[in-house]
Structures are given as C-alpha cells and as structure tokens.
C-alpha cells in the first residue's frame, strides 16, 4: 500500500489504452497522457502492459509505503527521492515498508512522471479500465485525483520481488524529450479546400504553437492562428464562426480541434463530439508527446504522415514494451 503526504499539483491513477468503447456515449477514453512511460514503467517491475501506475503531472508529490515492494519511474525527471537521498529512472527500486518517495517539480523536458509498483495498483475496474476521469469523476481512485491520506493498494506482482530490482532500460529505448514536439498528423476530415485554405494547411505543418497555460487532461490549447486559414466567411447553418460545423463526433485521441481561431488538441479526458471542424488527427505513436508538452514552455509542431506510415509506427511502438528493451 501507499499513503499520500502531499498530493502534488495533479496526480492519478491511470493505465492504457484506457476506458475503449463508450465514445458513442459520451465518454472519453482517459487514460495515461504517456503511453510509453507508463508502458516502461510497467516493463520495470514486471507488470502487464497496460497496467495502472500513478501519473504524476507537474510534481511535488510525496507518498509513504506501507509494505515492500518494487518500483519503476519513467517520464520527466523530477528528481525522484526515496528517503532523501535520489534514485534513478528507468530503473526498477526495491523500497521497503515505512519508506518516502518524494519528487520535486517538472524538469528541463517533459511535464509527467509514472510511477509502476509490481503488481499494479488496486483500484476496481470500471467500464473495462482502472483511469481515471477527472471531469466525469469516475474511475481510478474515487474518480478523482489524489489527496493528502488517501491510502493506495497495490495488486499482486506477476513474479516475486527478489529478482525484479535493478531491471533498467536500455538507453535507446528511452524516448527522447524535447522542448519542441513533432507530432506526424494525418489531415482531416475538415480540410482544404472546403474547410481550411491550401496555404492554411500548409501554415499548420510548417509552423510551431506554442503550448497554452490553459492546457489541462481534456484539451491542449495552442496559439492563435493567422489570418487567412480559413476557406470560408461563416460556418453556414453550423453557425457564424468559420470554424463551426455542424455537430459530429471527433476522432479522440488526437483531433486538432478548431475552436474560433485556437488550435485545441483533444486528448484524454476531451469531448467526444462538437460543433467545430477537425482539420487533422496526431497518430497514436505519437501520443505520447502531447503528455510531455509543458504548458506555456512548449511548442508542437506537426509533421504530414500517411496512414500506411502511422500504423507501422504504431506497430514499431508496439514493439517496445518487451524484455528486449531491458538492458
């Protein structure tokens, strides 16, 4: 088990691919903003892929163990710490009954930090998924993020812990951050030339947007466009923004969503349908890199890629959370 002391800026339960197959009723699929964090977090301790670990967005938590066990940290290095003294990342760490990890904030790369215990956490799985919604405030842990008390239980690990610490990844395993995020994107379903002018179009993939301060697990919000995006005056019956449309269902996750003149991600926790175009969709293999974008520090910029290209890459991912990553 695992006490919260300082519940941090924002942090929660959440595994991956999520809570799949209820965006017909308007619910998002959650789950963990890196996938491959947590994916390799998990690797370290012996976990299913896909397992729930604790996300941890912008730091400062701190939490106490009431038991043994074995963990993993992979994301943003928020100089993790166990009992004062710092532990590596991308390293499985045996801690023991009555010891403190604390992490202090967000570092020079990325934005969220996972934190994989053997044997997952314990929280009930609901809809198919143990993540948590925070803006439908269910899943995870009470549906909600974590607070100071709250008391964590850990599942049962797949193997015993003696042979499960020191497990590192392999360096060219870890993924690389940036302060700029190239995002392969796919273009549609409302494009050139009825939506969107060619030279619009062409301004998106070729510029860089700055991450918004108000980019939260629902939505990355980016900078403003520039005149001459849009192809027409209004939206017609959608209403009287170029950008509206009549309402239809958004490809979650990863639509870049038009909401009057801002560029907005949707991604985990976003709506599931609207009245504003999507101009493109960011491929799953790339994900992960919305998570680790930090809020106003950040820029993204987005790459064309085919749909051939985006699912080799996904299977290229795919590929990672095996023992041949493992040095």
Known sequence: MLKVINPGIEVIVEDWPGRLGYLGKGMAPSGALDNVALGLANLLVGNPHGEAGIEIAGGYFEAEFGADAVIGIAGSDMQPAVNGQPVPMWESIKVGKGDKIKFSHFGNYGFRTYLAVAGGIDVPVYLGSKSTCIFGSYGGYHGRKLQAG??????????????????????????????????????????????????GMNYLFSSAFKIQHSSNRSAYRLQELKEGFFAREDGGVGGSHPSNIVDHAYAMRGALNICGNTPVLLIGDGPTLGGYMCVLSVINADLWKVGQGTPSRDYIRFELCTREEAVMARKDQRALFNEESLA
Not at 150 to 160: E, H, S, T, Y
Not at 163 to 179: D, N, S, T, V
């Open 150 to 199: 709250d008391v964590l239980d850990f599942g049962k690990p797949a193997r015993g812990l003696e042979g499960l610490g020191g497990r590192k990844i392999k360096k060219e395993a870890i993924p690389e951050y940036a302060r700029e995020w190239v995002l392969r994107a796919v273009p549609g379903p409302n494009t050139c030339p009825d939506y969107v002018t060619e030279e």
